[in-house]
């Protein structure tokens, strides 16, 4: 058994030329993929599918190395798929677009009050060809914030905005990054599970936020099996 095999729990080969990197592992939200074998790995886990691998990291701060590992790979195309965090003015449910990826990764450097931060985008083809093909379900906002502190994030809202991030997350810009470095085109999609400073996740939510957070979550994934299955059927040249 090789390196690559020992971390994702299947052999490199048999990787897709999709994959959807989910740090939530809601692989079970992507049945129209027709879902085959799971593999558990000693960082990651794969679950085959018809037309996609589905990659789940055991951390988010792994989410880099989930996309770096796919290097050499069949892999083409690398869609981040989970939750954010809403700044005020979002809803619960809203399902978002990045279309940049700020790098506030660095705990050390937040708790220093270092605003400065890099950017990454994601490929304009592909996310300019799963927003039209989403007839205007999914927002593409101007920023995301890749931070890794729920308690700094709060603190920076502020500085967010200003900066015009709309959403926050934990994972895009370490996979937009890492997409970059080994020449693989990524998008992301995301739904807003909370609203910085307003409605945290540990405070719970209303049950009919939660309906509406249940149902963004099933609309987006099913958008992004709809999308890559014709893909699959259009390829883009």
Do not use: W
């Not at 990651?44 to 880099?64: D, H, K, Q, Y």
């Not at 677009?97 to 220093?112: P, R, W």
């Not at 995301?144 to 900066?163: D, M, P, Q």
């Not at 509406?212 to 979550?217: A, V």
């Amino acid at each position: 058994m090789d390196t690559f095999q020992k971390l994702y729990g299947i052999s490199r080969s048999r990787i897709k030329r999709h994959c959807i990197i989910s740090p939530l592992n809601e692989a079970f939200l992507f049945s129209g993929l027709h879902i085959g074998n799971t593999h558990k790995g000693f960082f990651f886990r794969a679950v085959e599918t018809r037309f996609a691998t589905i990659l789940s990291p055991r951390f988010s701060l792994f989410a880099g190395d989930c996309v770096l590992g796919l290097e050499g790979s069949p892999c083409e195309y690398i869609y981040l798929f989970g939750s954010c965090g809403g700044l005020p003015g979002m809803r619960i449910g809203d399902m978002v677009m990045v279309n940049k990826a700020y790098n506030f990764e660095s705990f050390s450097d937040m708790l220093g009050k270092k605003t400065a931060r890099r950017r990454i985008v994601p490929d304009a083809r592909l996310s300019g060809e799963i927003k039209a093909f989403s007839k205007g379900a999914v927002k593409s906002f101007a920023g995301c914030a890749t931070v890794n502190s729920f308690l700094l994030e709060e603190r920076y809202a502020g500085i967010f905005k200003k900066t015009g991030i709309s959403c926050v997350d934990m994972e895009s810009s370490l996979v937009l990054n890492a997409a970059a470095y080994i020449e693989k085109k990524a998008a992301v999609l995301m739904y807003v599970s909370d609203i910085i400073g307003k409605k945290p996740l540990y405070n719970g939510l209303r049950p009919r936020e939660q309906q509406r957070l249940e149902k963004s979550r099933r609309v987006l994934a099913g958008l992004l099996t709809s999308f890559i299955r014709m893909y699959e059927e259009n390829p883009l040249t």
